[in-house]
């Protein structure tokens, strides 16, 4: 079998260049006629997946998730810090601060007080609809909770599950990794700092209150975005302390100490893994044991070391766990070839579609274990253990390249959204943590 490096750098090169497709596609319009809207997408808006679908099979994802589209313009920055996207990456980073910004600014009170958009709903349509008053409190600084809008920069009438809060602290980690590469032109950087501090206030303010989990599944306190709110407040608090706020500084390094302890109490001993949430009924969840907190330690440690990032004993615990619990599920497992590791779902029972793996739950196993590498002393394990996922991965994709959300925990085919573009964000920061461990280490095969 050829070696995972050549491929690698083969899907490298196109997930570069779908990603790319999702970001500020003007050129798209989605018809939503059982909702009586035409929505164009605006420029620096992002969509889960460029490929129109309207759950006909494929899910309808011509949104711009607050949580994928962070992920992505992160990702867009390894692209750019690389070589491999040039000046079009801050031209694309300016749009997207600038949609990000004109957000803030929608109101769903409008909505509620002219209810005529109502009458082009159709009416087998009209029991998916928000609530007047649901709409209502959507404006101020409750905008940043929306777990999305459309592309074209208007407020999501459908009843999603809502509010959210991974998002904005995303954005934040997102923005100020940006800000530290000092891409920005001057005249996109007022924008850049003032949302980078809008979120940082945002987190600081609602981190303690319940939110619906990254998965838009239930509501409570969520380990995923408790660690997302940390990491922002603790680079928030660097960043600002460069600037000379020394106040402000202070007070998001406090904060960011305070949710690192309440992530300690998500530790179960006798399970021997990190849970993913507890809900506010205060029952048990069965999604427990979840992806969700692998891929918390994944997108926000860059260097990081200690209590919950990828060099934390029980966050190995925890990938132990989740591996064993797939290697059964699924029955891609029990079959898979010689070097390829477990494919990764979200968490045990899991419906949606396949209810199966999922690409950027596999790639951000892998990941993880590259990000273990560093620094560790058995370094070249872990990096065979991430390779393993990837052969995984390289198993499920075509010669094409295309990645859709999943592929079929028993047929292997791809299946959910098409050319998912966090599937592709997923693979190319999973690239990126690979090579940092094995050019250092001359590993990997």
């Not at 100490?257 to 009924?281: H, K, N, T």
Request: glycine share 10%; net charge neutral; with cysteine.
């Amino acid at each position: 079998m050829e070696p995972i490096e050549p491929w690698l750098e083969r899907q490298y090169r196109h997930a570069a260049d779908a990603l790319l497709r999702s970001i500020s596609r003007t050129d798209l319009v989605k018809q939503r006629p059982g909702f009586g809207q035409t929505v164009r997408a605006r420029e620096g808006a992002i969509v889960a997946s460029p490929v129109l679908a309207s759950y006909d099979p494929d899910p309808d994802y011509f949104f711009h998730w607050y949580r994928d589209s962070a992920l992505i313009i992160d990702a867009l920055r390894l692209l750019h810090t690389d070589g491999t996207v040039g000046a079009r990456a801050p031209e694309l980073l300016g749009e997207f601060v600038r949609f990000s910004g004109s957000l803030l600014r929608l109101d769903g009170r409008t909505l509620a007080v002219d209810r005529s958009w109502r009458a082009a709903v159709a009416p087998e349509f009209v029991r998916f609809l928000r609530t007047d008053a649901d709409l209502a409190a959507a404006h101020g600084e409750a905008v940043a909770g929306e777990t999305r809008v459309n592309p074209d920069g208007t407020l999501d009438v459908s009843g999603w599950p809502r509010p959210q809060y991974d998002g904005p602290a995303l954005r934040a980690l997102a923005l100020l990794r940006w800000a530290q590469a000092s891409v920005p032109t001057a005249a996109d950087g007022e924008g850049l700092s003032a949302l980078i501090r809008f979120d940082l206030d945002f987190t600081a303010r609602h981190w303690r209150d319940p939110s619906y989990d990254i998965w838009e599944e239930e509501r409570g306190r969520h380990y995923y975005t408790l660690r997302v709110a940390a990491a922002a407040l603790a680079a928030g608090s660097q960043w600002l302390a460069r600037s000379g706020d020394a106040a402000q500084s202070a007070r998001y390094a406090r904060e960011a100490e305070v949710i690192g302890q309440a992530l300690d109490e998500f530790w179960l001993p006798a399970a021997g893994y990190y849970r993913s949430r507890v809900l506010d009924s205060g029952a048990a969840s069965a999604k427990e044991l979840d992806i969700a907190v692998i891929l918390a330690a994944v997108h926000t440690a860059v260097g990081g070391a200690g209590p919950h990032s990828p060099h934390d004993p029980r966050m190995h615990a925890t990938l132990g766990r989740l591996e064993a619990l797939f290697g059964q599920a699924y029955a891609i497992n029990r079959k898979r070839g010689d070097g390829c590791g477990p494919a990764m779902g979200r968490y045990a029972g899991d419906v949606y579609y396949s209810g199966g793996a999922y690409f950027f739950s596999t790639l951000g196993a892998a990941e993880f274990c590259f990000r273990a590498a560093a620094g560790d002393g058995d370094a070249a394990a872990w990096i065979g253990r991430g390779d393993a996922y990837l052969r995984t991965v390289r198993a499920h994709v075509p010669a094409c390249g295309a990645m859709s959300e999943q592929f079929d925990q028993r047929t292997g085919e791809q299946t959910s959204a098409k050319e998912l573009a966090w599937s592709y964000a997923g693979l190319i920061s999973c690239v990126h943590a690979r090579r940092a461990v094995t050019v250092r280490s001359g590993a990997g095969r």
